[in-house]
């Protein structure tokens, strides 16, 4: 692409797979920016240096040196590391360290995170002028670094070393808005008035979010359909009316989706796998891997349709209308793995069915990265029933390894899954449209009834043919970035 090789650009997360996760945020940030590279942008991460990021991980991390960060009367250290790229296709990351705010067993519900992600968001701007890069553009990435928004406005682009740089703000996920009380804005360096002037003033109280949609040069979302939702009072949590403005009047919000690292997720080479396969020989050794799948559970190695969640256990994911038919559900001839944790009152739903359906439903409340990759490679359908989903990952991967995902028509889910159409032969899995408990076993009964067929493989290669690499959405962000770059 003509000029990305002077595009310089700076990705600020939360969290980056593989050092830190707890969701879909992890996975773009630590995709993404290897896809940019690949295009020839030089696109670099910061994220925080967290306790409990395995030794492990920290291979050949290097320190290159230290700052001191001030939010209103606070005053605080952060170290600043790096790891150099090994190969070629490696991004160069970066790590601020602060045991104070960072060295905790988890990454988030604190009751400081408004101050300790204001401190991340300032570093990770600050650091830039201490090492030899200086991005064109700063891509900020949820809530936690919405204020690294306002903090390039109002604050760094005063000082020549970064008055050229542009911010990008992508919501992950708008139900997440980062908000805390008025009395916060003294704790992370603003005054009253970010509250009084409505830049920050969410319903009373400010939001972090809303500090990235307002003071961002451009906003981006995780999918299209995503994109237009989100400026409708159904989906829009209370900022539909700023992201309408965003998008409809001022042209700066964007729906560019989601992909997945399909290298990592191939079912030719991923040695999570029981038996490795591809496109011409999925049938036989899903089978296979299915019957392995079940011996691992303790399930009976019966031939029948088996059924897949890998999932946040949240009412966000469609649980609700979920729990209305698992007991048609566990009277048919079919059998379910569940993986996840989240809400109890779920988690004990699928606890309960398990204990009282030992040979048709195992349930798994962990988080177990090869166990996920022998589930979406030894089911046959993938259930993902989201009230809304801004792209979701979870149907990519499972069409990546040959498993149907059964999926309501919103969001990411809408923009990637086709209902399949036994007339014409085209579509990769089932879609229902209203969120209730019957629409949801429609398109079960749906599956089901094609399970059988000679329509399976169909639907299964169909599956297996789509491209949810990062090829595609990697280009279009670099023409955001370049449009941004172009502005004066």
Known sequence: ??????????????????????????????????????????????FPKYGNIPESRLEGITYLDSLTGHLSWRTQGASIYTILPKNPEDVQVYMIENDYYFGRDG?????????????????????????DFKPDIIHFNDWQTGLGCTYLRDIYRGFTFYENMKSLFTIHNLNYQGVFGRETLWSIGLNDGYFTNGDLEFFGNISLLKAGLIHSDAV?????????????????????????????????????LNGIDTEHNNPATDP???????INNVIENKRENKRQLQNLLGLPQWDVPMIGVISRLADQK??????????????????MVVLGTG?????????????????????????????????????????????????GLGQMFAMRYGTIPIVRKTGGLADTVQHYNGNTFEGNGFIFEDFVASGLMWAIDQALGYYRTPHWPFIVKNAMSQDFSWNKSAKEYVELYRWLKSEQ
């Open 1 to 46: 692409m003509k000029g990305v090789n002077s595009l310089k650009v700076l990705i600020v997360a939360s969290e980056v797979k593989p050092y830190s996760q707890s969701g879909g945020l992890g996975d773009v940030a630590g995709s993404l920016p290897k896809a940019l590279k690949a295009l020839g942008v030089d696109a670099r991460v910061v």
């Open 107 to 131: 990454y988030y519900g604190f009751g400081d995170d408004y101050e300790r992600f204001a401190f991340f968001s300032k570093i990770s701007i600050e650091f830039l002028s201490r090492v």
């Open 220 to 256: 981006s979302t995780v999918s299209d359909t995503y994109a237009q939702e989100i400026q409708t009072p159904s989906y829009g949590y209370g900022m539909e009316g700023l992201l309408r403005k965003r998008g409809e009047h001022d042209k700066r919000l964007f729906g560019i």
């Open 272 to 278: 999570r796998l029981f038996v490795n396969y591809d």
């Open 318 to 335: 469609g649980f609700d209308i979920v729990s209305i038919i698992l007991e048609e559900l566990m009277a048919k001839d079919l059998q």
């Open 343 to 391: 809400e109890g009152r779920y988690e004990e739903l699928f606890r309960n069915f398990a204990w009282r359906y030992p040979e048709k439903l195992s349930t798994q409340i962990t988080f177990d990265d090869q166990l996920a990759q022998r589930i979406y490679s030894g089911s046959d359908i993938f259930l993902m029933p989201s009230i809304y989903e801004p792209c």
